[in-house]
């Protein structure tokens, strides 16, 4: 919600140029909360208020904003002021931002830089989206092995400005290879000896990630570990970068958004909600849904391939609600946890005979403790006159066996699908209750039928 409580304030501001009052507005608070009051601001009204505060601070409040008014900004603004600003944001947020900047306007803005701003730009842009190498910044703390604690703190001193975190220092070699990892607090621990050599106090067992490996499996990798950052190396292990526990943070939220509207059948929705374009969010919607709406036509035509039977006992149309309700549920609850479990690394593709073996335990136990309460149902609520002459406890044995079979059908193939999935590349979440639920009403109503089929007729 837009916080309007100095929106007034804020303009009158900027309206009278009072520029002590404008610098004073953008330092009195976290740049989180000055962000916040500035949402109601058009990115142009923004930007004035920003181009009165020094630079650290500008670059600070930009980085709260949200993406749209941040690309606005740098594309509608002086292509000198805002070379200033890309170069006091951190390193891979720039990238970020540049990645959905015009193109034409970044190669306008790339000379305006330092020669080292525009090679690190460059060299981060060139890794694939959703690698680590998309998401690690290269501003990181290293220190040539060999040096002791007293050069360790001096060179620390000289590179504290232009580094994200300093908590872990990296050692490398001349030749910038990986060799081990200090922390800040064993620096500090080892003052009192400051000729200590830090090869002598270095951790030399890492946990790396490689450039080119997917993003979410890094943040699996500091979640596991709990790891504040993670180095980045490539092939020959020479230090490229590092991810900080915040971009993992960010990862697993995007990650975790991605999954919950592929898990409703739909394109993710980049855009704020109410401000994204009706044709764009009808269209992520449409798509999908049209292909499920086809494929659930389906149960249409195997209905009408028993419509004798429905004329002979018209209480099975009744119990077809519930029995395709119950496969799509017990698929919906199965797909779900197994999507989850390979998220976390709990599940892997070779793990597939162990999870039909669990399943099918777990699809047994169910089946029979909801066929028992659908037997119940049945006797109870079945009127003799739309059972066609056919026994009252023989048609509840179907309505019974039938929920067994389909709850267990519906968690075998709510297991199986996202590792079918995975299987062929396509993320495991489009598996998860609309997939399950359409392809479990069609094959639910066969099992249905047939049963009456056997039982009755």
Same mark, same amino acid.
């Given at each position: ?18 520029? $002590?009052?404008?610098? !004073? ?7 989180? +909360? ?32 949200? +993406?749209?008014?941040?690309? !606005? ?6 292509? $000198? ?37 525009? +090679? ?24 040539? !092995? ?8 001096? !060179?620390?001193? +000289? ?69 504040? $950052? ?228």
């Amino acid at each position: 919600m837009v916080n309007t409580l100095y929106l007034p304030e804020l303009r009158e501001m900027l309206a009278e140029n009072n520029a $002590a009052e404008l610098r !004073e507005f953008s330092t009195a608070l976290h740049a989180a +909360r000055t962000a916040e009051f500035m949402e109601g601001l058009t990115p142009a009204e923004a930007w004035g208020v920003l181009a009165h505060a020094d630079p650290e601070t500008r670059a600070e409040i930009f980085g709260y904003f949200d +993406r749209d008014k941040q690309i !606005e900004i740098v594309e509608n603004s002086d292509r $000198a002021d805002i070379a200033q600003l890309i170069i006091n944001l951190p390193n891979d947020d720039r990238v970020d931002i540049l990645r959905d900047v015009n193109p034409e306007i970044v190669q306008d803005l790339l000379p305006h830089l330092p020669l080292s701003d525009r +090679r690190d730009i460059l060299r981060l842009q060139s890794y694939p989206e959703g690698t680590a190498g998309s998401v690690m910044t290269t501003a990181y703390a290293r220190i040539p !092995e060999g040096y002791t604690v007293r050069q360790a703190l001096e !060179e620390l001193g +000289r590179q504290a400005e232009n580094i994200e975190t300093i908590y872990y220092v990296f050692v490398v070699d001349d030749r910038e290879h990986l060799r081990g990892l200090v922390t800040a607090r064993q620096l500090v621990s080892a003052i009192g000896k400051p000729n200590t050599k830090i090869d002598d106090i270095m951790e030399r067992d890492l946990v790396t990630v490689r450039a080119d490996e997917d993003r979410e499996k890094v943040a699996q990798e500091v979640a596991r570990f709990d790891l504040h $950052a993670i180095p980045v190396v490539d092939d020959d292990h020479h230090m490229v970068g590092i991810i900080t526990h915040d971009d993992v943070i960010d990862v697993l939220r995007e990650e975790a958004s991605e999954d919950v509207y592929r898990m409703a059948a739909m394109e993710p929705l980049v855009e704020n909600y109410l401000e994204a374009a009706f044709h764009s969010i009808w269209w992520k919607r449409a798509f999908w849904l049209s292909w499920l709406f086809l494929a659930e036509m389906l149960t249409l035509f195997v209905m009408k391939g028993f419509v004798h039977s429905i004329d002979k006992v018209v209480a099975l149309a009744f119990f077809v609600p519930l029995c395709i309700a119950t496969g799509g549920m017990s698929g919906t609850q199965a797909a779900t946890l197994i999507t989850r479990a390979m998220a976390l690394g709990h599940i892997q593709l070779s793990d597939w005979v162990r999870v039909i073996r669990h399943e099918l335990a777990i699809g047994i136990a169910l089946g029979f403790s909801l066929g028992a309460m659908g037997f119940v149902g049945a006797y109870l609520a079945t009127d003799h006159a739309t059972l066609g002459g056919a026994a009252a406890w023989k048609f509840s044995l179907v309505i019974a066996q039938a929920v067994m079979a389909i709850c267990l059908w519906g968690t075998l193939v709510g297991s199986m699908l996202p590792l079918a999935f995975r299987r062929f590349g396509v993320d495991p979440a489009y598996a998860s209750s609309p997939f399950v639920a359409t392809f479990v009403d069609v094959t639910g109503i066969l099992i249905l039928f047939s049963l009456a089929e056997i039982y009755l007729f």
